[in-house]
């Protein structure tokens, strides 16, 4: 069997090759090690920011292989074993060679790789030297091809065994000046813009977008290496990430390709959810999910836990009880996302291997003493250019706050602290959708943190981003303002002070009736979030929010916005105002079918909860209504087990409630010929 060579899910610098079983025909592998060639080749018309000469040299000593491989491919030679054992090494070198090559070509790892150059020369050599000690036992007598090839083959050889593929001289000096501005930059010393020119013009980083590209990529191997739990090289990592948001900031005026990075963008539309958080927790160890895998049943656990439960031996699901079909675990990578911002949005960590992770907490500290000086000289410029700049300047400036605040925790303290809110404010009034709309995603970014919100409120923010919600130039801008009212309304006297605004509470129903799923997302969810303030409960009546929620639950097909809308039924279900406006619209029936079909553990509990509170509060006629459907029994049983203890007791009290209601009913039938019930309004 031979691998397939490109492995999107490979972490850097690392070169997981697999040698070719001993069964492959070789005329397979033979074909095999001409893709490998070819693909290898390729890398001829890239661009290498570092390694450039030992790049080329390794191209053109692998191109000279592959005139040996076609010719025996085209003459239809046969291999003996021992010709084949040489091919089978050269096949695991050429796998480690084009890894090494994608690394070294791969768009945003050029900066990182200029730190490692001393590292990828070793590799080079390494891997050179085996192709040289493959070719040095290769019995090219026995191959009969070409006095011409088998020279050009021989000299491989030799250049391979005598080539020194050191460290190139430019990429040593280009290493030293990044070293020196990051050590600049921990005195607290802002280096010179000619030196961080220097640098960027060598790694060929000459736009906006290449920059931010080089931050992505070092973000995501930062995040590798915490998962991994192996943090060493991670305070380094934080500085060179810190540097590339200062010269994204600062160094780079314009932003370029726009589009092209709308999805950081777009999904400022955020995906704020009132999703119960024991969703995330693993059936085997109970612990919030670190790194959630599905097995062949369907069911999803903590990778560290059934790893250890297969290692056992066990070969049953934990859960299900059924036979495993195989022990191939599929990471959800959905569900570790949702588990990720919903650590970051609550303050939460996560334990990994019974050790602190930092997958979230390492936001709140810098990474290193660079990081947090890049922060503060960046988060000062940004601010100035908010006051000082240009309309396109300050534009400019509101977007490279909304993507530094994005997940990080010590980077919003850092802009808080420069006094970017106001200034951002004063933006949303601007005529100007661009700028409203990257000002408004800044302060949701900012209103996160505690400071954030109290600068906000503050500063007459309320009433500037309830002006948004309703009059916003785009609807992007009006979601991402009810994103912001969500947040502000985790704070108690906030959500009391927005539920008294006249235009909160209706501004966010016009926005489930106009806005996208995930503009009625943020709607719903901010609702939510105001209906911990028990007053607003009647405002929330009042605008009309019941039949607009239930229209949501018969047609959407979006899960969490369900689940969200569930949440919500479910707490104005707990006032008898709320129970009579939803028995009004007549959707038992719907409710009890998607307790019944509802994927989500959250979404049958808050179903449940809806209904016991309907029962309570809404009379005799919405338990006749429920006891009528034969299958509710059923759906309610099966959550004593699948439930938590709170939603367990909650499906035991409604069971309750129908068994009494299905025993009065009988006696009363028994004890005289009643008249036929009269029909229920509640249908």
């Known amino acids: 069997m031979i691998q397939r060579f490109n492995r999107t899910d490979r972490r850097a610098l690392t070169f997981p090759a697999v040698h070719p079983c001993e069964g492959v025909s070789p005329e397979t592998l033979l074909s095999s090690l001409i893709t490998l060639s070819h693909n290898i080749c390729n890398y001829q018309s890239k661009f290498f920011a570092t390694q450039r000469r030992n790049a080329r040299e390794t191209i053109r000593e692998i191109g000279i292989l592959r005139i040996l491989f076609e010719e025996i491919r085209d003459l239809g030679l046969n291999l003996s074993e021992s010709v084949v054992l040489c091919f089978s090494e050269l096949h695991l070198t050429f796998q480690k060679i084009n890894y090494l090559l994608e690394d070294c070509a791969r768009e945003g790892s050029r900066l990182w790789m200029l730190m490692k150059s001393e590292f990828v020369a070793t590799q080079f050599r390494v891997l050179i030297r085996e192709v040289s000690t493959a070719l040095d036992v290769m019995p090219l007598s026995l191959?009969?091809?070409?006095?011409?090839?088998?020279?050009?083959?021989?000299?491989?050889?030799?250049?391979?065994?005598?080539?020194?593929?050191?460290?190139?001289?430019?990429?040593?000096?280009?290493?030293?000046?990044?070293?020196?501005?990051?050590?600049?930059?921990?005195?607290?010393?802002?280096?010179?813009?000619?030196?961080?020119k220097r640098v960027l013009d060598y790694l060929g980083i000459k736009k906006w977008s290449d920059c931010n590209k080089e931050i992505k990529f070092l973000e995501e191997v930062t995040g590798v290496q915490c998962t991994d739990c192996d943090e060493r090289e991670v305070p380094f990592l934080s500085s060179l990430v810190g540097f590339m948001n200062y010269c994204r900031g600062v160094i780079f005026e314009a932003l370029d390709n726009r589009n092209s990075d709308q999805t950081d963008v777009r999904c400022n539309l955020e995906p704020i959810t009132c999703l119960n958080p024991e969703d995330f927790r693993c059936p085997i160890s109970l612990e919030l999910m670190v790194d959630p895998v599905t097995v062949s049943t369907g069911q999803t656990y903590d990778r560290c836990s059934i790893q250890k439960w297969l290692k056992a031996g066990n070969m049953l699901c934990p859960k299900t009880g059924e036979k495993l079909k195989s022990t191939e675990l599929v990471p959800?990578?959905?569900?570790?996302?949702?588990?990720?911002?919903?650590?970051?949005?609550?303050?939460?960590?996560?334990?990994?291997?019974?050790?602190?992770?930092?997958?979230?907490?390492?936001?709140?500290?810098?990474?290193?003493?660079?990081?947090?000086?890049t922060m503060r000289y960046l988060s000062k410029f940004l601010a100035r250019k908010l006051v000082f700049g240009t309309i396109e300047q300050k534009n400019k400036a509101a977007y490279e706050i909304r993507l530094l605040a994005k997940s990080n925790i010590f980077n919003r303290s850092c802009l808080i602290e420069a006094c970017t809110i106001p200034s951002l404010l004063n933006l949303l009034s601007l005529n100007n959708t661009s700028t409203q709309e990257n000002a408004i995603a800044a302060l949701l970014k900012l209103s996160k943190h505690t400071i954030g919100k109290r600068e906000i409120m503050e500063n007459g923010g309320l009433k500037l981003i309830l002006e948004v919600l309703s009059k916003g130039l785009s609807l992007e801008a009006k979601q991402t303002a009810a994103a912001t009212l969500f947040y502000l309304s985790s704070e108690k006297e906030y959500r009391k002070l927005i539920g008294k605004a006249p235009e909160a509470i209706p501004g966010l129903v016009e926005l489930i009736k106009a806005g996208t799923s995930c503009g009625k997302k943020n709607a719903v969810v901010a609702i939510f979030g105001l209906l911990l303030y028990p007053k607003n409960n009647q405002r929330v009546l009042a605008a009309g929010t019941v039949p607009l929620l239930v229209d949501i639950l018969a047609s959407s097909d979006k899960a969490e916005l369900v689940t969200d809308t569930l949440a919500v039924l479910a707490s104005l279900a707990e006032t008898v105002e709320g129970a009579h406006a939803i028995l009004q619209t007549s959707s038992l029936p719907l409710i009890t079918k998607i307790l019944q079909c509802s994927t989500t553990k959250a979404g049958k509990e808050y179903c449940i909860s809806m209904l016991l509170s309907l029962c309570t509060n809404g009379g005799v006629e919405a338990v006749a209504v429920l006891a009528k459907n034969p299958s509710l029994m059923g759906s309610l049983y099966s959550n004593l087990s699948d439930g938590n203890s709170h939603s367990s007791k909650k499906a035991r009290s409604l069971m309750k409630i129908l068994h009494n209601f299905h025993e009065t009913s009988t006696s009363e039938l028994m004890a005289s010929a009643a008249p036929h019930e009269r029909s229920v309004h509640v249908w």
């Open 332 to 373: 959800n990578t959905s569900l570790r996302k949702l588990i990720q911002q919903f650590c970051n949005d609550n303050g939460i960590s996560l334990d990994k291997s019974r050790s602190q992770s930092r997958d979230i907490t390492r936001t709140i500290v810098p990474g290193s003493p660079v990081a947090a000086e």
């Open 143 to 196: 191959i009969d091809v070409s006095g011409e090839v088998k020279e050009l083959v021989e000299l491989v050889a030799k250049q391979a065994c005598k080539a020194k593929f050191e460290l190139d001289t430019d990429d040593e000096q280009g290493t030293r000046l990044v070293l020196s501005i990051l050590d600049q930059f921990k005195k607290g010393i802002e280096p010179e813009f000619r030196a961080i």
